[in-house]
């Protein structure tokens, strides 16, 4: 499951594991060590290499460093293509929630008020939503026209969409 960050990669890659019975992958749980500190390279490798052991799994993320290895392992890939007003006003809205009730997120981190207020796309969840997703449906759109006939892509690129996907289910 892949996707700007906001679209809904968590929320509709863990209703698709439970449904499927299959294991949830985060990626973000893996690379986001306590205090917000990234887990090294080769250890972030090795983490992903270990959670996608087996048969199945729903991972989600957009790790570039990682994404071959979650894309040779893949027989579809799921892309949330929502519009950029859409993704805004999901991410604004998780974010103050997350803020106003403190959720703990991975490995003991939380949302930080300060970081609603940074223009800086790796110290704002915010700006990064906004700037990364012109990005990510350049990335997405283009290995979706390469990909190998082993890897199905599907693109959602609204609710209804992502509605008439899960209604589709057996």
């Known amino acids: 499951m892949v996707g700007c960050s906001g679209a809904g990669k968590t ?9 499927l019975g299959y294991r949830h992958v985060e990626l973000d749980a893996l690379y986001h060590q ?21 048969d199945g799994w729903v991972v989600e993320g957009n790790y570039s460093l990682v994404r071959p290895q979650v894309r040779e392992r893949s027989d579809m890939v799921i892309w949330l293509d929502l519009p ?13 929630r997350r803020l106003a009730t403190r959720e703990t997120l991975w490995n003991g981190n939380r949302e930080r008020w300060s970081n609603l207020f940074k223009l800086n796309p ?3 969840i915010l700006a990064w939503a906004w700037t990364r997703h012109p990005d990510y449906r350049q990335r997405y759109a283009e290995e979706m026209r390469n990909a190998p006939p082993s890897c199905q ?18």
């Open 11 to 19: 929320t509709l890659s863990r209703r698709l594991a439970r449904h």
């Open 34 to 54: 306590p205090d917000w500190q990234p887990l090294p390279d080769g250890e972030f490798q090795r983490a992903t290499h270990e959670a996608l052991q087996g």
């Open 84 to 96: 950029r007003r859409k993704v805004m006003r999901q991410v604004i809205w998780r974010t103050l």
């Open 122 to 124: 790796r110290a704002s």
């Open 153 to 170: 892509y599907l693109r959602l690129d609204s609710r209804q969409a992502i509605n008439r996907f899960l209604a589709s289910l057996p």
